[in-house]
């Protein structure tokens, strides 16, 4: 087996979570990804860098 190759990562993202969601948070979801053109993934990061840092205020 060849090892894995791709683009290297200062911050490679080993862990996986599943949530469950309502169809309006899916549907706010997308359109932030529309409107801003991020993925899924990057929206939803960054609104957990958010709440992160109200909380260490």
Same mark, same amino acid.
């Given at each position: 087996? +060849? =090892?894995? !190759?791709?683009? =290297? !990562? +200062?911050? =490679?993202?080993?862990?996986? !979570?599943?949530?469950?969601? +309502?169809?309006?948070?899916?549907?706010?979801?997308?359109?932030?990804?529309?409107?801003?053109?991020? !993925?899924?993934?990057? &929206? @939803?990061? #960054?609104? @957990?860098?958010? &709440?992160? #840092?109200?909380?260490?205020?």
């Amino acid at each position: 087996m +060849s =090892p894995r !190759t791709g683009r =290297p !990562t +200062s911050e =490679p993202k080993k862990h996986e !979570t599943r949530i469950r969601m +309502s169809d309006r948070d899916i549907e706010k979801l997308e359109f932030c990804c529309k409107e801003t053109g991020m !993925t899924k993934a990057d &929206v @939803i990061r #960054k609104g @957990i860098e958010m &709440v992160y #840092k109200e909380l260490k205020k």
